[in-house]
């Protein structure tokens, strides 16, 4: 049965970093374009990044874009988010999500598997 699992998560100061890990159970995770999104209180699921089955096509929201970082390794079965000069609007529950032979887009209709989710929150 095909699992994501995210960790990582935390609290931190503005201005910091975190790296979240999106690690697959069940499934060789190279056949599977992934996606980071996020969920904040009262907000809708918004799409963060994502990252092709071979790393080779990447988008990021403009929300993000030039503070995170996304990749993977196949070899670990495991996808990153690296995430640096958090704001407190970064905030919310971040989930990964799978996409089998699936395009790279900022869509969650695109990605029909889940995590559970990991919660980022970003205070002083």
């Known amino acids: 049965q095909l699992q994501l699992v995210e960790s990582g998560g935390g609290l931190v100061q503005p201005g910091g970093s975190l790296r979240l890990s999106c690690a697959a159970a069940?499934?060789?995770?190279?056949?599977?374009?992934i996606g980071w999104f996020r969920q904040a209180p009262g907000k809708e699921r918004e799409g963060v990044s994502c990252?092709?089955?071979?790393?080779?096509?990447?988008v990021y929201s403009e929300s993000v874009k030039g503070r995170f970082t996304i990749s993977r390794d196949n070899a670990k079965n495991t996808v990153y988010l690296q995430m640096n000069s958090l704001k407190p609007e970064d905030t919310a529950v971040y989930y990964c999500?799978?996409?089998?032979?699936?395009?790279?887009?900022?869509?969650?209709?695109?990605?029909?598997?889940w995590g559970q989710g990991t919660q980022v929150t970003v205070s002083s």
């Open positions: 999500a799978a996409a089998f032979l699936g395009r790279c887009v900022l869509s969650d209709a695109g990605f029909p598997s």
């Open positions: 069940g499934f060789n995770l190279d056949i599977y374009a």
């Open positions: 990252i092709s089955r071979v790393g080779n096509i990447i």
